[in-house]
C-alpha cells in the first residue's frame, strides 16, 4: 500500500510558499511517477519538501531527484551521518523536551532544524506544543529554526514573539477535520505569522 498527502498550503500574494510531499511505505514506482508530476504541475518559486522517516539515504537521494523535490524533512533516528551525506538538502525533526535534544541537536550538520513537542509513540502530528523556551534556546544558537507543534492562528503570534523562529509549521491547527484544511484559517495563519516576523509557513499534512 502507498499513500501521498499533498497540501500546498499555498495562498495568492504570500511568499514563499511550500509544498510538503509525504510520502509513506512505497512500493514500486507508481507512487513516486505521481508525485513527479503532482511537482512537475507547480509554479516557480515553491519550495518542493519530501517528508521521511527512517528511509536509507540512497531510497531518499533516488526519490528527490525522481520527483524534482528540494528538500528532505527526516522525521526518524536518522544519524548525523545520513544527514550530512544529504547536506545541504535536509532539514531534521527533533522532539525536543529537555537541554540534552539541544546538545543533540548540535551534532547535525543539516540546513534547518524543525522542532516539535516531544511523543514516546510518534514522529510529528502530535498537535501538542513542543516547549518554546527550549526552542527559544536553539533559534539563539544561530540556527535556522523550524517552529512546529501545535500550532494555530490563536497562538502561532506569541510563539514567534517568544521563539524567534525562522520559519513556523502547521498542520492540525489549521483543519476542518483531520485532513481537510480550512481556507479561512490558513489564511489567518500566514497573515498573522507574516505580520509576527517570519513570512516564512509551512503547511503540512493532508
Known sequence: LAEVQIDLGMIPGYDPAAAVIMESQVVGTQLTCCVRDI???????????????????GEVKQTLEFCGLDLAQLHGEESPEDCLALFP????????????????????????YLVDAYSP??????????????????????????????????????????????????????????????????????EIARHAGTGRSWCSGG
Open 89 to 112: 538538502r535536509a532539514i531534521k525533526a527533533f522532539r525536543i523536551r529537555s537541554a540534552a535534544d539541544l546538545d543533540r541537536m548540535a551534532r547535525y550538520k543539516v540546513s534547518a
Open 39 to 57: 511537482v512537475g504541475a507547480l509554479p516557480p518559486f515553491v519550495t518542493k519538501v519530501g517528508v521521511f522517516v527512517d528511509a536509507p539515504v
Open 121 to 190: 509513540d510518534r514522529e510529528g502530528g502530535t498537535g501538542t506544543c513542543c516547549d518554546w523556551q527550549l526552542a527559544r534556546q536553539a533559534a539563539a544558537n544561530g540556527s535556522p529554526i523550524v517552529l512546529a507543534g501545535g500550532l494555530t492562528p490563536e497562538n502561532v503570534h506569541r510563539a514567534i514573539a517568544i521563539v524567534h523562529p525562522y520559519a513556523v509549521d502547521v498542520s492540525s491547527g489549521v483543519e476542518l477535520a483531520p485532513g481537510k484544511k480550512d481556507c479561512i484559517k490558513l489564511r489567518a495563519f500566514v
